[in-house]
């Protein structure tokens, strides 16, 4: 494959100028805390229920150290590919997209296509996703209310569909800073409840038994530990952050990491949290979404229904806000061939191809959550392919290259170390998740109104 022209991976600023993608979608208005918005809500999602599920592969010492990396590396890597576009931004070459920064610091024509490639199966992933959860959030509050109805999943996934289809149309990322800033207090909201909820069911008569044992085989034991590694870097991974640091006002340098402060606030306040009660209640029978544990098909819920559906409803309002800001990428593509910045951004000439590209963008997320819904599964592989080479491989690359520390120095060693390292645990962690997708593919049944775990 040829390597595309120069001025599309990196463009000047005059070319940039009629580039509807980054005019209007990715438009430079933002603060730091407007960041802190977005990066908490790519980050601290609704996934957090999964991390009991994460530590019933790993056990109590090995799930907490794995946490831990996880987190310190991240932010790490976080922190490196802020300086790395801080560093191209003072030179003049202010990157908005994940893809041209690879391209140009990399050099290399391939780079900007795989960057592209990986980063829309990610944003589509999480896209079906969120739909699929959120569709599962209505079918438990409508199972609650009428336990022998006869909705199926699919019609919820429909109604969730045509919301997002409605939302879709905010024109900008930077739009979203309200809607991401209540995602935000919405994240802190049902974590504290499932916290709340897990103390009470561990602590009522009708507490499960507790067995935080591991698989019995060797084998089984190291393909667990491996997926559970897979679906924390799914968790921790966001993929777009050159993209959220592309809606900050320039000067762009330093804000991010303040942007990045706040979110690893709030990911020290929920993930710790989540984890240790659900696993502490659940052991190894830990579900993949802890608010299942809670509220089991066949017994009474372990907390008091009512705060457990205000969960529900908190976890199915955020993931409106996920979905949204995961198909920013999308859009932007989208915008960037279909409209004309001479137009205006709300000029029937944009607005007619905005409406129905990102309508049929929901329609597809929509469609394919509906027809394959085995979410579990599907986040280990995206793990495992997708955030950690953008998000433990790359940042670390893109800095050595861009700062060139000595061959002799802890930067350098610590950098490529870590790059080593999550790259073996991607090859591992992607073979170990799709190896429990075939597994489980006897479970799977197209258009299913039961999500497998």
């Known amino acids: 494959m040829a390597p595309p022209p120069k001025s599309d991976p990196f463009p000047a600023d ?10 209007f979608v990715l438009e430079s208005k933002g603060e730091w805390w407007h960041a802190g918005f977005h990066l908490t809500t ?29 987190g310190l590396v991240t932010f790490y890597a976080y922190y490196l590919m802020s300086k790395v576009l801080d560093y191209c931004e003072r030179d003049g070459r202010r990157h908005i997209r994940f893809r041209e920064l690879a391209a140009d610091v990399l050099g290399s024509g391939w780079m900007f296509y795989f ?44 109604m969730v569909t045509a919301v ?16 991401n800033l209540a995602s935000l207090f919405l994240s802190l909201g ?31 034991r190291v393909f667990s530990a491996f997926t559970s590694i897979s679906i924390i870097a799914a968790i921790f991974g966001n993929g777009i952050l050159p993209e959220i640091q592309a809606t900050l006002a320039p000067p762009a340098t330093g804000k991010m990491v303040k942007g990045l402060l706040m979110c690893y606030t709030v990911i020290l306040v929920t993930f710790y949290s989540t984890a240790v009660s659900g696993y502490w209640v659940f052991g190894n029978k830990s579900n993949s979404n802890i608010l299942k544990s809670l509220m089991p098909d066949e017994e009474p819920s372990l907390a008091p229904t009512w705060v457990l559906g205000l969960g529900v409803v908190f976890v199915l309002l955020q993931l409106f806000a996920i979905g949204l800001v995961y198909s920013q990428v999308a859009y932007e593509i989208m915008e960037k061939k279909s409209a004309d910045v001479q137009q205006g951004m709300f ?11 990102r ?33 433990f491989v790359l940042p670390m690359l893109l800095y050595n290259m861009t700062y060139k520390p000595p061959k002799s120095s802890l930067i350098y060693w610590l950098n490529l170390s870590i790059m080593v390292v999550f790259t073996g645990a991607g090859l591992m962690g992607a073979f170990s998740s799709i190896r429990k997708l075939v597994l489980d593919a006897g479970k799977f049944k197209l258009f299913s109104s039961n999500v497998v775990d």
């Open 164 to 179: 997002m289809i409605v939302l879709s149309q905010f024109p900008t990322f930077h739009s979203l800073r309200h809607i």
């Open 359 to 391: 309508t049929l963008y929901m329609i597809f997320c929509g469609f394919m959550a509906a027809m394959l819904p085995f979410f579990g599964d599907i986040n280990g592989v995206v793990g495992a392919i997708g955030f950690i080479p953008l998000d």
């Open 42 to 70: 790519a980050i601290v999602g609704p996934t957090i229920l999964t991390l009991p599920y994460v530590f019933r592969g790993l056990g109590w010492g090995l799930g907490f150290f794995c946490l831990t990396v996880m």
């Open 347 to 357: 000029s029937k000439r944009n607005l007619v191809p905005r409406i129905i590209l």
């Open 115 to 158: 960057v592209i490639f990986i980063q829309t199966a990610i944003n589509t992933g999480v896209g079906i996703g969120a739909i699929l959860l959120a569709g599962e959030c209505l079918q438990i509050m409508y199972s609650s209310l009428s336990p022998d109805g006869s909705l199926k999943l699919y019609v919820f996934i429909a």
């Open 14 to 23: 005059s070319q940039r100028e009629v580039d509807a993608g980054a005019v």
């Open 190 to 220: 049902y974590s504290f409840i499932v916290v709340g909820a897990c103390i009470h069911a561990g602590l009522s008569k009708n507490a499960p038994s507790r067995d935080y044992s591991l698989e019995s085989s060797e084998s089984a």
